[in-house]
């Protein structure tokens, strides 16, 4: 594998593929069930996304832009991506990569398409930067493969905006930690832990309960109070900070200060309609992976299942999914 050339890149390719696991049945995850037999099938692979929580292209190339400002500031980036994810890219990102590769499919290009490796190697690149949407790379191992024939140098981003060169001892790393993801090793050698530690507290527990019965009533300890008061000065001060500095989700907590398709900032006023919309559509693009179609955050929320029910939102923050859930039909 290729090392990390110590020098400061100048041209810079990133590439990017959405999350996908368990080959074979990657349509389950962009489009909702219809049978019993879809759902069992497909339960394995929405359950793993929503336990890994990749990150959507939008987000990796937020991620992208904002490494190559910080840390490459007179590095050219190009980007890699399919046709439908480049349609979702920004105005003011579109202009932050010098070119856009666009194919149907990154992992098919990649691996299979011998022109576009002949093209992408006389662009003579000196970094590629692989944009892992979740934090070790689940499915790029063929892609991964496919790059080092390219005989350029390899990095990576995850989704947690950690950097590093993946070398071979870091690629055996993320191969080890790719298997557990797939066969769930860390639940399972919980649940063996569970399974060999419960007969042990069950057992003191019993005894535990058996020298009570003979223990003295005046030995017997008294309940200590964990109860902590605070003072009324205290509630204010909380109440008053969240009233001045409300989450907002943009580029400062409590500054309703956004960036628009055109680069520039624009600050709203705090409760108008342009302000909600803002929230909203921020809100939304940050948690893309999560919607199906339309209906946002569909693939967590059985809408449904609670249509006419009551439902109880315990911190609402700005009302966002409050909104989600009544129009939906819930009694929130």
């Known amino acids: 594998m290729t090392p990390v050339k110590t020098h400061t890149p100048q041209r810079i390719l990133c590439?990017?593929?959405?999350?996908?696991?368990?080959?074979?049945?990657?349509?389950v995850q962009t489009s909702k069930p219809k049978t019993g037999l879809q759902k069992i099938f497909s339960f394995p692979a929405h359950l793993s996304t929503y336990?890994?929580?990749?990150?959507?292209?939008?987000?990796?190339?937020?991620?992208?832009?904002a490494f190559q400002q910080t840390e490459m500031p007179h590095a050219r980036m190009d980007l890699l991506a399919s046709s439908t994810d480049a349609e979702q890219l920004p105005h003011q990102h579109k202009s932050a990569f010098h070119k856009i590769w666009q194919t149907n499919d990154v992992h098919?290009?990649?691996v299979k398409d011998s022109k576009l490796k002949k093209d992408i190697q006389a662009e003579n690149y000196d970094l590629i930067l692989l944009l892992y949407p979740d934090p070790v790379g689940i499915g790029w191992t063929q892609m991964e493969r496919a790059a080092q024939k390219l005989n350029i140098p390899i990095a990576v981003l995850n989704g947690r905006k950690r950097f590093f060169p993946l070398d071979a001892q870091t690629h055996r790393a993320l191969k080890f930690r790719r298997l557990l993801e797939y066969i769930w090793g860390a639940e399972i050698l919980f649940t063996l832990f569970f399974l060999l530690s419960l007969p042990f507290v069950l057992i003191g527990d019993v005894f535990s309960r058996f020298f009570r019965l003979f223990r003295s009533p005046w030995k017997t300890p008294k309940p200590i109070s964990t109860t902590k008061t605070i003072s009324p000065a205290?509630?204010?001060?909380?109440?008053?900070?969240?009233?001045?500095?409300?989450?907002?989700?943009?580029?400062?907590?409590?500054?309703?200060?956004?960036?628009?398709?055109s680069g520039t900032e624009q600050t709203l006023t705090l409760g108008d309609e342009a302000f909600f919309k803002q929230v909203d559509y921020s809100f939304y693009r940050w948690n893309q992976p999560l919607h199906i179609g339309?209906?946002?955050?569909?693939?967590?929320?059985?809408?449904?299942?609670?249509?006419?029910?009551?439902?109880?939102?315990?911190?609402c923050g700005m009302g966002t999914m409050a909104m989600n859930w009544a129009q939906r039909g819930a009694c929130i």
């Open 294 to 315: 339309p209906d946002k955050f569909a693939k967590i929320y059985p809408y449904e299942t609670y249509r006419n029910k009551r439902v109880l939102e315990i911190g």
């Open 51 to 65: 336990r890994i929580n990749p990150r959507s292209f939008v987000y990796m190339a937020d991620c992208a832009v």
């Open 15 to 27: 590439i990017f593929h959405p999350f996908r696991i368990y080959a074979g049945k990657t349509h």
């Open 108 to 110: 098919v290009g990649l």
């Open 234 to 261: 205290a509630t204010t001060q909380v109440q008053n900070w969240w009233t001045k500095s409300p989450m907002v989700y943009g580029q400062t907590h409590g500054q309703p200060m956004y960036e628009t398709n």
